[in-house]
């Protein structure tokens, strides 16, 4: 069993910038995904950024030279840095992290961005 600990969601202005971050209780190894996934209401679930464990990294076009998506070994973390943010940002944001084909989730953390 793995367990994902997100945090970092807060409201903030339009512009603004956060950082969210995701505890994992495993390594990220070379062939793991770990992604960011927002779900705002009244619509599906969606790919937000996604890092493997050889460092290679993928984003959704509404979110690309926004936001970055980075890892640190040392503490089993995964960080979504967000800047620009734009009102149409504001969602549930969750962790997954794909082990061998097994899907973990968090629990989400809230972002709103408003004025």
């Known amino acids: 069993q793995v367990q994902l600990v997100e945090s970092g969601g807060d409201l903030v202005q339009p512009g603004g910038s956060l950082r969210l971050s995701c505890a994992l209780s495993r390594s990220i190894l070379r062939s793991n995904v770990v992604g960011w996934y927002r779900q705002a209401p009244g619509k599906e679930r969606e790919l937000v950024a996604a890092i493997t464990g050889s460092d290679s990294t993928n984003y959704a076009d509404s979110v690309k030279g926004r936001f970055t998506i980075s890892r640190d070994n040392a503490k089993n973390t995964v960080y979504l840095q967000m800047n620009s943010l734009k009102p149409e940002d504001t969602a549930v944001y969750y962790c997954?992290?794909?082990?061998?084909?097994?899907?973990?989730w968090g629990q989400g953390t809230q972002v709103t961005v408003s004025s």
């Open positions: 997954r992290f794909d082990r061998y084909g097994t899907l973990y």
